[in-house]
């Protein structure tokens, strides 16, 4: 058997590059996260920012090159404040497990316990316990304790995911954080519901 020639190979991807765009143009994917962006976005991500390490805080760059790509996230920044009412906002994250991970790194230790969605209940993978490979065991040391969910009404079990807690300071292992949101689910989790109750025990509420 010989080999191609990479010009050959060449072709091959470039043509794959070419149906796939074809294909997704022409579809609407149904996982939220995979939206279509704007041609404003696409410009941005085939610009020169894509090639700069801008590793570090806006202004306290490691790598040098990054005067404009500063300007653009501290434009972001003071944009994200506004749109969300926060007093801090950090855009660098480039995906939701990423972004997860910081947030366990902020807020946590190894070995803290975490309240989340399982898996089955349509929770998100990086929110998982570490013998199923989620990153938030796997990768931070968390402790993981699922929320108790209700079949029937497809969502966290508002009461029992009380009784848990109590269960669980009984036993020392208050969670040191609690995590919404998910891969699937069909109703808005009942953060405004568990909120204040888990603030009490001095647990952080995140929402993915």
């Given amino acids: 058997m010989t080999e191609s020639p990479p010009r050959d190979s060449y072709k091959e991807i470039l043509s794959l590059l070419k149906i796939h765009n074809e294909w997704f143009a022409n579809s609407i994917p149904l996982i939220a996260s995979e939206n279509v962006p704007s041609p404003a976005v696409r410009?941005?991500?085939?610009?020169?920012?894509?090639n700069r390490y801008a590793e570090g805080w806006p202004g306290e760059r490691v790598y040098a090159g990054c005067t404009y790509i500063d300007k653009v996230e501290f434009k972001c920044i003071e944009l994200g404040k506004k749109l969300?009412?926060?007093e801090f906002v950090d855009v660098r994250p480039i995906s939701g497990v990423v972004a997860n991970l910081s947030i366990y790194s902020a807020f946590t230790n190894p070995g803290d316990v975490m309240l989340a969605p399982s898996i089955p209940s349509g929770g998100h993978i990086s929110h998982g316990k570490k013998e199923h490979s989620g990153t938030a065991g796997l990768v931070h040391g968390l402790d993981i304790e699922f929320y108790p969910f209700d079949v029937e009404e497809m969502s966290i079990d508002v009461d029992k995911t009380k009784q848990k807690v109590v269960e669980l300071e009984k036993a020392g292992r208050t969670p040191k954080m609690a995590m919404f949101g998910g891969s699937v689910f069909l109703f808005p989790h009942p953060v405004k519901e568990l909120a204040d109750f888990l603030k009490g025990y001095k647990i952080f509420v995140n929402y993915d």
């Fill in 84 to 86: 969300f009412k926060a």
């Fill in 43 to 50: 410009e941005a991500t085939i610009s020169d920012f894509a």
